[in-house]
């Protein structure tokens, strides 16, 4: 074939590109649809972490809070 030739192709087989095309398009979109949810489920997670953690401390500051008061409660009544 040389390079002057044009090809021609058939309306069936121009429809058939088309809904190739279109295809390709809806999963490049569903793809970007998908790393979206994804960046807001990391995000939602990162936010979890940092709640958790604090609430561990939290935790942690309440149960000293009632050791000391045990140790007071303790020291004045004495055991029992």
């Given at each position: 074939?040389?390079?002057k030739t044009?090809?021609?192709f058939?309306?069936?087989e121009?429809?058939?590109?088309?809904?190739?095309?279109?295809?390709?398009?809806q999963n490049i979109?569903?793809?970007?649809?998908l790393n979206i949810e994804r960046l807001a489920?990391?995000?939602?997670?990162?936010?979890l972490k940092v709640s958790e953690n604090e609430l561990k401390q939290e935790y942690s500051s309440l149960q000293k809070?009632?050791?000391s008061l045990i140790d007071k409660i303790i020291a004045k009544y004495g055991e029992g």
């Open positions: 074939m040389n390079e044009q090809i021609k058939t309306d069936d121009l429809a058939e590109l088309r809904d190739l095309q279109l295809k390709y398009q979109l569903k793809f970007g649809e489920i990391e995000t939602s997670i990162a936010n809070q009632e050791q």
